[in-house]
């Protein structure tokens, strides 16, 4: 059975950081690609970052750039995303994404970050 399970979220104030950590089990971690994604209240699920299957490429929203560092740790099957200089903007429930075309493509539960102006 596939779990994703992230953790990390919580109340920030604006300029603050956060480090979120997406955990997975069931799978073989290292060959699949790994993304963040947030939805805040009344919008649609964006992807925030995105993280190749070895690491070596990712892929930001422009809205995070500069901000936010998706890595991943394939000996411990987990994901990160540091948040750096957090915006109320970014405030969202964030989701853990696992995904490989005809491998799979599964989901976590999510986490809330909330920033504070």
């Known amino acids: 059975q596939v779990q994703l399970v992230e953790s990390g979220g919580g109340l920030v104030q604006t300029g603050g950081s956060l480090r979120l950590s997406c955990a997975a089990s069931g799978l073989t971690f290292s060959i699949y690609n790994m993304g963040w994604y947030r939805q805040a209240p009344g919008k649609e699920r964006e992807a925030a970052a995105t993280?190749?299957?070895?690491?070596?490429?990712?892929v930001y929203a422009d809205s995070v750039k500069g901000r936010f560092t998706i890595s991943r740790d394939n000996a411990k099957n987990t994901v990160y995303l540091q948040m750096n200089n957090l915006k109320p903007e970014d405030t969202a429930i964030y989701y853990c994404?696992?995904?490989?075309?005809?491998?799979?493509?599964?989901w976590g539960q999510g986490t809330q970050v909330t920033v504070s102006s």
């Open positions: 994404r696992e995904f490989r075309g005809g491998f799979g493509d599964y």
């Open positions: 993280i190749n299957w070895s690491g070596g490429s990712t």
